[in-house]
């Protein structure tokens, strides 16, 4: 079976533009979660969804949003990018949340976003 | 709020060499732990994991105990090899109202092992 995977693999894109990244879960997952992990740290939760409903947000600002389809896989959108947007971003997948399957979380390769 | 505090790397080992990974938390809740590990242009692996006090998490040769009265969550491996060097990361997950369980990831420690 396939893993989690994501598109694309890179981007560079100019301050001021809009992104949008793509995740396709683990069959059978219907849940999605987006990190974003900043060269030299630990990921950073940004969302979680499941069953198309936003389910948590992490400290990130407005500019960022994301959505969830009926096949139960995702898009993250970032607005108005910034500099410090650039980092690499992760998908997550898990069966369910909380304690139906919610535990384990498989992330993908993730997307390297450079803003110049 | 929550957080993962991990030993700053890197840490050169020799092959065969004994590795300890030194990861405390802060909670408010009661949360599960976990170790992932980056390979180079790689997202994450999840390598073990633990769910209450004293469950000893295990793969691949590494282990890790959740020690609630020291908020702890050492990684350990008794034998590393070459193709143990990565990035590991220790993290806990929490659980809201909504479901929702975000994991909070320390900084990392790479890991380095020499032939």
């Known amino acids: 079976d396939a893993g989690v995977t994501q598109s694309p693999t890179h981007l560079i894109k100019t301050r001021g533009q809009q992104v949008t990244l793509r995740c396709s879960p683990i069959?059978?997952?219907?849940?999605v979660s987006w990190y974003q992990q900043v060269l030299g740290q630990g990921p950073q939760f940004i969302f979680q969804?499941?069953?198309?409903?936003?389910?948590g947000r992490g400290n990130f600002p407005d500019r960022f949003s994301a959505r969830q389809f009926p096949n139960y896989s995702s898009e993250l959108n970032v607005n108005a990018l910034l500099l410090g947007d650039s980092a690499l971003y992760l998908c997550?997948?898990?069966?369910?949340?909380?304690?139906?399957?919610?535990?384990?979380?498989?992330f993908g390769p993730g997307t390297r976003l450079t803003v110049t | 709020g929550n957080s993962v505090t991990q030993m700053e790397g890197p840490v050169t080992l020799s092959e065969e060499a004994f590795l300890t990974i030194n990861c405390t938390y802060t909670?408010?809740?009661?949360?599960?732990l976990f170790w992932y590990v980056q390979y180079p242009g790689e997202g994450l692996q999840l390598l073990l994991k633990?769910?209450?006090?004293?469950d000893k998490g295990s793969n691949k040769g590494f282990e890790a105990t959740y020690r609630k009265e020291t908020t702890s969550f050492h990684l350990e491996k008794g034998s590393v090899q070459v193709s143990d060097s990565a990035v590991y990361f220790c993290?806990?997950?929490?659980?809201?109202?909504?479901?929702?369980?975000?994991?909070?990831f320390g900084s990392g420690t790479r890991l380095q092992v020499q032939p």
């Open positions: 997550a997948s898990s069966i369910g949340i909380g304690t139906s399957g919610g535990l384990e979380q498989y």
């Open positions: 069959s059978g997952h219907k849940s």
């Open positions: 969804y499941y069953e198309k409903e936003e389910r």
């Open positions: 909670a408010t809740g009661y949360p599960s």
């Open positions: 633990a769910t209450k006090a004293d």
């Open positions: 993290a806990l997950s929490d659980l809201s109202g909504t479901g929702r369980r975000a994991l909070t």
